[in-house]
């Protein structure tokens, strides 16, 4: 019995390799889970690092009840600093899953020598714009992956308490993953989700550095009620969360670079000398930064112009449902807004 207990404990710590059959919501802009995918196990091994190519897999998403982060790779040779979201990619171009246990992510933890740059937002306010301005002056940007929205959005309570001691863990090791094709100091553009997580960020990447994106409410709101159908409340308290998360990053004492919208389409190479200060170079990428911000930053997603125009519908009834939305929402603003912070942080655009 205790043999037999043995072998199945070891059978479930090997790493395994799954073809995808079938992908679930592969245009959606839900969060990427393991029940997205229809797969069949064509190989196991004791360690990814055993897996050929392994360095071309990319960090896909958390099974933490399963106690596996799970990897994929796509068959083109599109590199995933040139899409709009990584994840929807993923999710559409997924060929091979890899599923790594828990206890094998320490080895491939190289987290300690980079010093990535984590794109935090409000959401809808141009940071996917700005991840592709910084593409266009050379960074190595990636925009959302999942891995670190699973880190941040949890589904259940099981989910929660597997996921309490290795959070910060997944966050390094995800980190670890894009070192290959981006170097040492990526640039990682997060959901709006991950600022509920902010704490998790802070402890598992010290010598992060950071950036807070935001936008004027009323656009915001508006942009969020077409995009998403989010009502005015629930983005009362996430423009709130999101306030509260600039503040954990300020007395954590990593100073964040806080950038407007209104301020990077105005100007454009002054937001990035702010957020690459030891680039001397920006001033003669000038035709780049022209072309990234002409071009549709979100192009072949499901968020694009052309996406989104071909399903405006009823344009009287979706000005009256963003209208609606901005209403609710600042009766809710005004009742839960942090003057002190927008005050202390120079965020008072806010109000």
């Not at 902010?198 to 936008?215: E, G, Q």
Request: neutral net charge; contains cysteine.
């Amino acid at each position: 019995m205790n043999t037999q207990a043995s072998s199945i404990g070891q059978l479930v710590q090997r790493v395994r390799i799954r073809r995808v059959l079938a992908a679930h919501h592969v245009d959606s802009t839900r969060m990427v889970r393991p029940r997205d995918f229809e797969t069949e196990i064509v190989g196991e091994v004791a360690h990814p690092l055993e897996i050929d190519g392994w360095r071309d897999f990319v960090p896909l998403c958390v099974d933490w009840r399963g106690a596996r982060m799970v990897y994929s790779r796509w068959d083109d040779d599109r590199a995933m600093t040139d899409v709009p979201f990584l994840y929807q990619r993923q999710r559409q171009h997924a060929r091979l899953l890899v599923d790594v246990p828990f206890d094998r992510l320490d080895a491939l933890d190289h987290a300690e020598r980079m010093t990535p740059t984590f794109i935090f937002s409000i959401g809808r306010c141009g940071s996917t714009l700005l991840s592709r301005l910084l593409t266009a002056v050379g960074e190595q940007a990636v925009s959302e992956p999942d891995v670190l929205t699973n880190v941040a959005h949890l589904d259940d309570d099981a989910d929660r308490a597997a996921a309490e001691s290795v959070r910060e863990r997944v966050v390094r090791s995800c980190v670890s993953a894009f070192a290959h094709a981006c170097g040492p100091t990526p640039v990682i553009k997060l959901r709006a989700r991950c600022n509920r997580a902010v704490d998790v960020f802070l402890n598992a990447m010290p010598r992060a550095r950071y950036v807070f994106m935001c936008r004027n409410r009323v656009d915001w709101v508006r942009s969020n009620s077409h995009a998403f159908d989010d009502t005015g409340e629930s983005l009362a308290d996430l423009l709130k969360v999101s306030v509260e998360a600039f503040d954990r990053m300020r007395s954590s004492g990593v100073d964040p670079a806080l950038v407007w919208y209104e301020d990077l389409l105005s100007d454009p190479l002054g937001a990035l000398q702010r957020i690459l200060p030891a680039r001397h170079d920006l001033a003669v990428r000038g035709a780049a930064i022209q072309r990234a911000l002409l071009a549709d930053s979100q192009e072949g997603s499901g968020l694009s112009r052309a996406s989104l125009a071909a399903r405006v519908g009823d344009v009287e009834a979706n000005a009256a449902a963003g209208a609606d939305a901005l209403r609710a929402f600042e009766v809710r603003w005004r009742e839960i807004r942090p003057e002190r912070l927008l005050c202390e942080h120079g965020m008072s655009r806010l109000l």
